[in-house]
């Protein structure tokens, strides 16, 4: 059957409702029977009335009740309508309309879905592979004093978390700033590091970005010796010189902002919030934790210290398997393997102790001799 006649191919609509065509011309509701002949358009004819042309090109197929060819034209009134029940004249119309379907039910959803599902994928890969290499790129150019104030941002919600309080019984506060001051000349960082004991059971210790360093009382309290503290705080001013929590900062907040839109939370609250709790419960990649556990190393070392204690005290608190809640070594490498590879790297003591018996018995009372200030 040719496409392309001559003359108009007229056929009438057959008798009885089941061989209607009706038609819908979009400016009224008034149903119309019309004819229907096929030439290089589509003509719907009807007495008195000019033709109408629908280009076979722009036909399309609608949603329709079963048994009826429901039809619509790209170039037709929105709401123009062409209803067929005739089987062969149906038959007719879709070998003629080559491009029925293709917006047909169905396929919008589908076409949605996929470019959905091509959305998601790409904010995954964002996820695993450009945030990561955005924030080590990101880190360096990032000003101290605007790290600083993320620092001051981060102890905000250190003295909601952890009821204002900070230990400062006199004679442990002295043991304490004289190991802190060892470690950070070892470690050549300037006098700006800020250290306190928090008064709080929970065995943790961490840095903030701008140069705080906390430790809480429940690890001290689990150290057998000042070499077993010394290496904790030795690791966390190895976060400190590789600015691990700016870095961390910028990849949790642009990842929890990616999943946020994935999610459809446009406005960014949800990774504000993230982000600003992440720099308290920060766990680090286990790249950053191997860097500062490889700098408490080199620490130890330059003091004449053994590196062992501070494996055996993090396998003391963890074991095998590592604490579920908010440990020192959320997020961190196996436990066995950190003590294994602080063992492996320990050397005899070839320095002086960094604290006197007296000095480490003051330290591990600190918040019992004079109880808890603000901090």
């Known amino acids: 059957m040719a496409f392309m006649d001559s003359e108009p191919q007229r056929i009438a609509s057959p008798p009885g409702p089941g061989g209607s065509v009706v038609y819908f011309d979009g400016r009224s509701s008034r149903r119309r029977s019309v004819t229907l002949a096929f030439s290089d358009q589509l003509e719907l004819h009807e007495p008195q009335i000019a033709a109408v042309r629908w280009p076979y090109a722009d036909i399309r197929r609608a949603d329709g009740p079963a048994g009826t060819l429901r039809l619509t034209c790209l170039t037709a009134p929105a709401l123009a309508r062409l209803e067929v029940r005739d089987a062969a004249l149906a038959a007719e119309l879709t070998a003629r309309c080559t491009r029925l379907d293709e917006n047909a039910p169905g396929r919008g959803v589908a076409a949605i879905v996929a470019w959905s599902l091509a959305a998601a994928v790409s904010i995954i890969t964002v996820i695993l592979f450009g945030v990561p290499l955005a924030a080590?790129?990101?880190?360096?150019?990032?000003?101290?004093?605007?790290?600083?104030?993320?620092?001051?941002?981060?102890?905000?919600?250190?003295?909601?978390?952890?009821?204002?309080?900070?230990?400062?019984?006199?004679?442990?506060?002295?043991?304490?700033?004289?190991?802190?001051?060892?470690?950070?000349?070892?470690?050549?960082?300037?006098?700006?590091?800020?250290?306190?004991?928090?008064?709080?059971?929970?065995?943790?210790a961490f840095a903030l970005p701008g140069g705080k360093v906390y430790l809480f009382n429940g690890l001290l309290a689990r150290a057998r010796d000042p070499d077993e503290i010394a290496g904790v705080l030795a690791h966390e001013l190895g976060h400190l010189r590789h600015r691990d929590g700016t870095r961390n900062l910028i990849y949790n907040g642009g990842t929890s902002f990616l999943i946020g839109l994935l999610f459809g939370d446009v406005t960014g609250s949800g990774a504000m919030i993230f982000a600003?709790?992440?720099?308290?419960?920060?766990?680090?990649?286990?790249?950053?934790?191997?860097?500062?556990?490889?700098?408490?190393?080199?620490?130890?070392?330059?003091?004449?210290?053994?590196?062992?204690?501070?494996?055996?005290?993090?396998?003391?608190?963890?074991?095998?398997?590592?604490?579920?809640?908010?440990?020192?070594?959320?997020?961190?490498?196996?436990?066995?393997?950190?003590?294994?590879?602080?063992?492996?790297?320990?050397?005899?003591?070839?320095?002086?102790?960094?604290?006197?018996?007296?000095?480490?018995?003051?330290?591990?009372?600190?918040?019992?001799?004079?109880?808890?200030?603000?901090?």
């Open 136 to 204: 080590d790129r990101l880190t360096p150019l990032v000003p101290q004093s605007f790290e600083r104030r993320l620092g001051d941002v981060a102890d905000g919600q250190v003295r909601i978390m952890f009821g204002n309080k900070v230990c400062n019984g006199a004679a442990g506060q002295a043991a304490f700033s004289k190991l802190v001051n060892a470690l950070r000349d070892a470690a050549g960082l300037d006098p700006s590091v800020q250290t306190a004991v928090l008064a709080t059971p929970i065995p943790n």
């Open 276 to 375: 600003s709790r992440t720099l308290v419960t920060a766990s680090y990649s286990r790249e950053a934790e191997q860097g500062a556990d490889d700098f408490s190393i080199e620490v130890m070392r330059k003091l004449g210290r053994p590196t062992k204690p501070m494996g055996e005290l993090l396998f003391r608190v963890t074991g095998k398997q590592g604490d579920k809640g908010l440990s020192f070594l959320a997020g961190h490498p196996l436990t066995e393997d950190r003590l294994r590879h602080m063992t492996e790297a320990s050397r005899p003591a070839s320095g002086p102790p960094l604290l006197t018996g007296d000095e480490w018995q003051s330290l591990k009372t600190i918040c019992k001799t004079a109880g808890a200030g603000k901090i």
